[in-house]
């Protein structure tokens, strides 16, 4: 069985060599990144690598975002406030420190805490289909709290 250590020795890899992206490395801070406006209370400020979108999420207050779902997979980790999800048809409060994960294709709905939310959220493949949509001025937002 393979030890952190062997990991760490071998380059990361115990399956032979990895060939690197061809997407150059990127260093962001929150505060400098223009949030994407998904929808009237919905910011998103985010960072996209070959395969994967991070993103700082800030959620208002009272929102209700209609069900919907995506080919992303979508990852995710309440840091300020509470959301209630309801995924597949199953209801759950998600609280600070709260995770989830909505495989692609799953009908899923949100509806915003009192206070407003804000979370990271993980999609798999990126979302490049946020590259359309209108961008809100570079800030630090909601986050850190």
């Given at each position: 069985m393979a030890t952190a250590q062997t990991v760490y020795e071998s380059g990361g890899s115990l399956g032979g060599e990895i060939p690197a992206s061809s997407v150059p490395?990127?260093?962001a801070s929150v505060d400098e990144l223009a949030p994407y406006l998904l929808m009237p209370g919905i910011r998103a400020r985010a960072v996209h690598g070959e395969r994967v979108t991070v993103s700082v999420v800030d959620l208002d207050a009272g929102l209700s975002m209609p069900?919907?779902?995506h080919a992303n997979e979508q990852v995710g980790t309440v840091l300020r406030g509470e959301i209630t999800f309801?995924?597949?048809?199953?209801?759950?409060?998600r609280?600070?420190?709260d995770m989830w994960v909505i495989p692609s294709g799953v009908p899923h709905l949100?509806?915003?805490g009192p206070e407003g939310c804000t979370v990271v959220e993980v999609f798999s493949p990126r979302r490049d289909d946020w590259a359309a949509l209108e961008r809100g001025p570079a800030g630090r937002g909601d986050w850190p709290v």
């Open positions: 490395h990127q260093y069900e919907h779902r309801t995924i597949g048809g199953e209801t759950r409060v609280r600070t420190g949100v509806t915003v």
